[in-house]
């Protein structure tokens, strides 16, 4: 793939994003993400946010329990402070654009080019042969989800900078085939400072993940205070005190983690976090670490918990947004149908 210089694009600032249908919501995901899309919209950005369930469909999921997973990421939204009547939330699979866009964008996009994505590769591991054909075009459906709303920016963490590469060479080899300079942008990644690398409560060289089978590795955001503090307080690390530099932290996992969520919960820098407690030993520290994420987080579990106990409310936010959706996707499609030369 090659970095193509982007072509004049004139429509509007775009922001869109998506957190996938699968599994209950951590703190490492609000903290990476949810907070981080408030902010966003607080500072007036336009944004696009969806439920990706079609996204979690490349592997297995209970049926039952997928749209209970839907409304459940939409409780998370709401609750982290997500407006739906500023931001546009929705389920992906509702915007049937999104699906159009990806088929014709799988005639665009390259094999060469989706037998470079690391991410395949990891999520596949030995059974290559065994997983679905979705898995591997996926981030064609992630480059159809950005441009059917000709989205300008995308909030990428690292695991994501392929994937945005590829829905940029993607972009610019349709608007070159079809003789349509300019028509999707080549959106760029979004960057407010480093995002908070979270990391499991029980091995600071992993990340904190919904698939993780310990339940004490992670924050869950349906935990209730008692929880949160107990987790907080069992979270591995080690006998010494802590230093008052980032860089004298090296080679301490567990307590680069600790404090690097004190620091994203206090809206604070690392630094000023060791400032504050050099010389302090984790019998000091975990006590404030976990009256500080009961205070952060107790208030989105319970306007969770409020949500997804009134169905009617998120769908009818969930349909709104979908409408909404749908009426700047259309006709985007409808227009890429013509340059291709369908039938209309």
Request: proline fraction near 6%; glycine fraction near 6%; charge should be negative.
């Amino acid at each position: 793939m090659t970095d193509t210089p982007a072509p004049s694009y004139s429509g509007p600032r775009r922001i869109l994003s998506g957190i996938q249908a699968s599994g209950a919501l951590h703190l490492g995901n609000y903290l990476g993400a949810l907070k981080r899309f408030t902010q966003l919209q607080d500072a007036g950005a336009p944004c696009f946010l969806f439920v990706a369930d079609l996204h979690a469909i490349t592997v297995w999921q209970e049926p039952e329990k997928l749209a209970a997973q839907t409304r459940e990421i939409a409780a998370a939204y709401l609750a982290s402070g997500l407006d739906p009547a500023r931001s546009v939330i929705f389920p992906q699979s509702a915007v049937r654009a999104h699906s159009e866009l990806a088929w014709i964008f799988n005639c665009v996009a390259r094999l060469g080019w989706l037998d470079r994505m690391t991410q395949f590769k990891e999520k596949s591991g030995k059974h290559k042969e065994r997983s679905s054909v979705g898995l591997y075009t996926y981030p064609v459906l992630q480059a159809a989800d950005i441009l059917v709303y000709k989205a300008t920016e995308v909030p990428t963490g690292e695991d994501q900078k392929q994937h945005l590469e590829l829905t940029r060479d993607i972009a610019a080899k349709f608007n070159n085939d079809f003789g349509a300079p300019g028509f999707f942008p080549l959106p760029e990644p979004l960057t407010q400072g480093p995002a908070p690398r979270v990391m499991s409560l029980r091995d600071g060289a992993a990340k904190m993940s919904k698939s993780d089978p310990s339940d004490q590795s992670r924050i869950n955001l349906t935990d209730d205070a008692d929880t949160i503090a107990a987790k907080v307080r069992k979270a591995r690390t080690d006998p010494d005190a802590l230093p008052e530099t980032w860089d004298e932290l090296e080679g301490r996992a567990e307590a680069k983690n600790l404090v690097t969520i004190y620091a994203a919960l206090s809206d604070q820098s690392r630094d000023q976090v060791l400032a504050e407690f050099a010389g302090q030993g984790f019998g000091a520290f975990k006590p404030r670490l976990a009256e500080l994420a009961v205070a952060s987080m107790a208030p989105v579990t319970a306007e969770m918990r409020r949500l997804m106990a009134d169905r009617a409310e998120i769908d009818r936010v969930l349909r709104d947004g979908a409408e909404r959706a749908s009426a700047v996707a259309d006709p985007v499609v409808d227009e890429v149908k013509g340059i291709v030369g369908f039938w209309r």
